[in-house]
């Protein structure tokens, strides 16, 4: 099965990411575009190389590229454990290697369902291909139905003016991802979440037909995210929708609410000229933050732009969304105070 227990059989496509040494970086953190003129190794030559990783993380690297075993036991402890392999991984990871590391990252060291899970995914869709004729028009159903067409209708993947492939897909994963996770069901903000991740996929795959592997893989990604990057509570049952949930006159305290206080709390101590201003015009951050978090920032980024803030949120988790928030704020500054 592709998504879990998937072999790297074909290693050799992976070429080394660029050395943390001699790279230019950006306050931010990511790489300037001043590219490296050491060229690039693949991982055939690393067998005569030296380097200075461990000799497990090479036996390891050498196992999962021969197929012997799969990199869902060791991958993270393996990549993790290594800070120059770490440092590798935020620089970016390669599209054909992108949905087996993605899937390891989002369930770090945990194991995933103990039967085969292509089995329990078509399980979770009633054994349907296409899940869309079997929405109901209320409740839960009705909420991802109403959804498909909102979400991202300038793409000609999710273009509105018919059932593209990219809605049924959405759908599909929209209802499995609400039936593995029952207390949750359907909050707004996952649609874009998923609904980018088929896009990257989608483009991943040169612009391909995606199929229900691929479907399957995307669902174990956002998964394993609500199971163990404080998904789970963002995306909460009290949270209809996130343009509805920010609600300064209720007690209710969700994990959404303390991010939007942990940025206000940032801004001050790192943009206080920014915080001050936005206080004396009343403007809150939640009228801008609520849709960052709730999204994970799907929404406002580019493609490019996103496939590299989740290879670093996979990794740091969400202290990455608060510096990218800062980040975009601080580029918007002398915008905002005018």
Not at 130 to 148: F, K, M, Q, S, Y
Not at 204 to 232: C, S
Request: one cysteine or more; proline letters at 3%; glycine letters at 4%.
């Amino acid at each position: 099965m592709r998504a879990v227990a998937v072999r790297e059989s074909n290693m050799k496509k992976f070429e080394r990411l660029k050395e943390n040494e001699g790279i230019e970086r950006r306050l931010d953190g990511f790489v300037s575009n001043q590219q490296s003129n050491e060229p690039k190794q693949s991982f055939e030559s690393l067998k005569s190389t030296k380097i200075k990783a461990s000799k497990e993380h090479f036996v390891a690297m050498i196992l999962i590229s021969q197929g012997w075993i799969t990199p869902q036991d060791t991958l993270y402890l393996t990549i993790l454990s290594c800070k120059k392999q770490c440092r590798r991984l935020r620089d970016g990871i390669p599209a054909q290697l992108r949905a087996s590391w993605w899937i390891n990252l989002a369930w770090k060291d945990q194991t995933l369902v103990s039967h085969d899970s292509s089995i329990f995914f078509h399980e979770l869709l009633e054994d349907q291909c296409n899940i869309i004729p079997h929405l109901a028009h209320t409740g839960v159903e009705g909420e991802i139905r109403r959804d498909l067409f909102r979400t991202f209708p300038q793409e000609v993947y999710f273009d509105a003016s018919t059932t593209q492939p990219g809605h049924i897909q959405l759908a599909n994963i929209l209802m499995a991802l609400s039936k593995y996770f029952p207390d949750i069901g359907y909050c707004q903000g996952m649609n874009y979440v998923v609904g980018k991740l088929l896009l990257l996929w989608y483009q991943d795959y040169q612009q391909q037909q995606l199929t229900l592997d691929h479907e399957e893989e995307i669902f174990w990604v956002v998964a394993g995210i609500i199971k163990n990057h404080q998904l789970h509570s963002l995306w909460a049952p009290s949270m209809p929708g996130y343009l509805q949930l920010f609600d300064l006159f209720t007690n209710e305290t969700t994990r959404l609410r303390k991010h939007i206080f942990a940025l206000q709390k940032l801004m001050a101590q790192f943009l206080p000229q920014l915080a001050s201003h936005l206080r004396q015009i009343g403007m809150h951050a939640g009228y801008f933050a609520t849709q960052w978090f709730a999204t994970l920032f799907s929404r406002v980024l580019s493609l490019d732009a996103f496939a590299t803030v989740w290879n670093l949120f996979l990794v740091d988790g969400f202290k990455l969304l608060f510096r990218l928030a800062l980040l975009l704020l601080s580029y918007m500054q002398l915008d905002l105070l005018q």
